[in-house]
């Protein structure tokens, strides 16, 4: 199916398209109805993928003008590397989609554009229980060991 998909930067003109996955993949992380991001959270996250002092960027899988997928990445500094990291955010394709190598290309493309920004690594989270995503992941990166400890503020 990857044969004819193209990855490439999201553009203003995708907004029809993008917010469905957007949504899609809020949903799968049981943030969608009472519990939805608000409204302003998504017209912000939309602007900071054109705003040239915002560090977040975003991809699309799309194959004859339907985007399939997306992925938001965003880079930043740490104290243990002088290169940035870029931290992979948001993944997500349509259930059409899975399996069919879509995730893996977006993953691929945010490594192209880390090494293009001369980052040392990147990285992600996903949920314990996203037991198909982790087959992929397990796949193309190494799963360090780290727990992830969080406190709403």
């Avoid at 590397?81 to 190598?101: M, S, V």
Wanted: glycine share 8%; charged share 20%.
């Amino acid at each position: 199916m990857s044969g004819d998909l193209t990855i490439r930067f999201v553009a203003r003109s995708d907004y029809e398209q993008w917010l469905p996955l957007w949504n899609g993949y809020n949903a799968f992380y049981g943030r969608s109805g009472p519990s939805a991001l608000a409204p302003e959270i998504t017209a912000t996250t939309w602007s900071r993928l054109f705003d040239a002092y915002e560090p977040v960027h975003a991809l699309v899988a799309e194959r004859g003008g339907e985007l399939l997928g997306l992925t938001h990445y965003l880079f930043h500094r740490s104290t243990t590397a002088i290169e940035p990291n870029c931290y992979l955010q948001d993944l997500f394709t349509n259930e059409a989609a899975r399996g069919k190598g879509v995730g893996r290309a977006l993953i691929e493309g945010v490594y192209q554009q880390a090494r293009l920004a001369g980052c040392s690594r990147v990285y992600w989270q996903t949920h314990e229980t996203n037991h198909t995503a982790m087959r992929l992941y397990d796949k193309v990166a190494e799963r360090p060991g780290f727990v992830i400890y969080r406190k709403p503020l």
